[in-house]
């Protein structure tokens, strides 16, 4: 179905598709019937800039909102979203990941952000981890971290996988540079799957 932005990025919670729709905010879609999606409601923060992906984790959806930071929506309703609480991180929040009561927000030139979302409604910054180029796309498995890390400027990118043991002081435990720029990274099994631009698909092993 079509939506009213630009469709960026997209969480499956239960029947609900949330998707981070980039000038228009949020949409949540009801996918019970995968053939025929309805949109059931829309949360559109318009006086800020681009949504470009979103989480969800219980009753709320992180969204990762360009220079307007972390925003946390309350998604109970999913006829009636509403915004609780929020961050204003100090970069470009591309991307984001929720594990228990931490958010990670890939922040482009500001690196990995670690945010506390235990009290929703007052979430702040708890640590964080500067990546050597450009943090745009992050993805969490087994306890680790993976970020797609770039530079339009230098043209290089690679993976950063990152232990987040202690999650609010994340620490590199290895890297892998590629021949492109690198802007997104599912990780799973085992496995990273790494977009590296003109490069193409890397699909590396971490075990």
Do not use: C, K
């Not at 598709?17 to 559109?44: E, F, N």
């Not at 680790?144 to 996988?161: E, F, K, M, N, Q």
């Amino acid at each position: 179905m079509a939506t009213s932005g630009w469709a960026f990025g997209v969480a499956i919670s239960g029947e609900y598709a949330y998707v981070a729709d980039y000038t228009a905010g949020l949409a949540i879609i009801h996918v019970a019937d995968p053939q025929h999606p309805q949109l059931v409601g829309s949360y559109d923060l318009a006086e800020l800039n681009y949504a470009y992906d979103v989480a969800v984790s219980g009753d709320y959806a992180y969204l990762a909102y360009d220079t307007s930071g972390l925003r946390v929506v309350s998604v109970s309703n999913p006829a009636s979203p509403q915004e609780v609480g929020f961050v204003d991180t100090p970069g470009n929040a591309l991307s984001v990941t929720v594990s228990g009561s931490y958010a990670y927000v890939a922040d482009r030139f500001a690196g990995v952000r670690v945010i506390d979302v235990s009290a929703p409604a007052a979430p702040f910054e708890a640590g964080f981890y500067d990546t050597p180029d450009t943090a745009e796309q992050v993805s969490l498995d087994n306890g680790y971290l993976y970020v797609a890390d770039s530079s339009y400027l230098s043209g290089r990118g690679g993976l950063r996988i990152l232990s987040i043991a202690n999650p609010i002081a994340p620490v590199l435990l290895g890297f892998y540079d590629t021949l492109g720029v690198s802007t997104g990274v599912a990780a799973a099994g085992g496995q990273a799957y790494l977009a590296d631009g003109w490069a193409d698909l890397y699909v590396l092993d971490y075990w």
